[in-house]
């Protein structure tokens, strides 16, 4: 089955900088790849997604980039705020194949220091 | 359109004895998909039902269960609960099998 590994656990940025997390995925029928932000005590929220068609999606300060060839997608945030302090998780997914379950990575902690 | 609502919010169970878990998707979504959320396991994949089959299964004991109704509601089961079955249970609803997922708040069941 898929194995999606995520890096690094716990990130911590100063307000302003930029942060990057990175994952890999072992399947390479894999085609739907969303982030989700869990804040504390808060339900995972869907911030952005990419399906493998294409190699790179933005939404203001968020980006997501897909290498297919290397198996590993990365999600990008510039000019932190401290309200972007959450959890972050990526997926991977078959959408529309056999193996369409949501696999999760084990999550980021991010930190924004003001 | 009303979000993903999962009941009970909060649930304390001793060990050995059963709990059952509530989940209703966004109007319209035919998948729900359940996890369990631990601080050291993050996000694991129990079951996923769509128009009342159970499509996915992930790797959980026999005692974890699941259904889905003509509605698409969906429950899951714990029988005979154990300390390590403390966690927050998240369900999430789907259009469609793979398709974008939302999330409800979830049940936080402890077992003492």
């Known amino acids: 089955g898929e194995n999606v590994e995520q890096h690094p656990s716990t990130l911590s940025v100063q307000e302003g900088d930029s942060a990057v997390i990175k994952c890999t995925y072992s399947?390479?029928?894999?085609?739907?790849f969303p982030w989700y932000k869990q804040e504390l005590g808060k339900r995972p929220q869907l911030i952005i997604d990419i399906r493998s068609n294409v190699g790179e999606k933005k939404d203001q300060r968020i980006a997501v980039t897909l290498n297919k060839t290397a198996k590993h997608f990365s999600l990008h945030i510039t000019e932190t705020q401290p309200e972007d302090s959450a959890v972050y998780f990526c997926a991977a997914s078959d959408s529309g194949g056999s193996n369409y379950k949501l696999t999760f990575g084990k999550g980021t902690l991010l930190t924004v220091n003001p | 359109k009303a979000g993903v609502t999962q009941t009970p919010r909060y649930l304390i169970k001793t060990r050995g004895q059963q709990v059952t878990l509530s989940c209703s998707p966004i109007s319209g979504h035919r998948s729900v998909s359940w996890y369990q959320q631990t601080p050291g396991q993050g996000l694991q994949f129990l079951f996923e039902?769509?128009?009342?089959?159970?499509?996915n299964k992930g790797n959980f004991p026999g005692r974890f269960s699941g259904r889905q109704f003509s509605n698409s509601r969906s429950e899951m089961n714990v029988s005979t609960l154990e300390l390590g079955d403390s966690a927050l249970y998240l369900c999430a609803s789907s259009l469609a099998l793979g398709s974008e997922a939302f999330f409800g708040q979830g049940t936080r069941l402890t077992v003492v």
């Open positions: 039902y769509f128009s009342e089959t159970q499509r």
């Open positions: 399947d390479s029928a894999s085609n739907y």
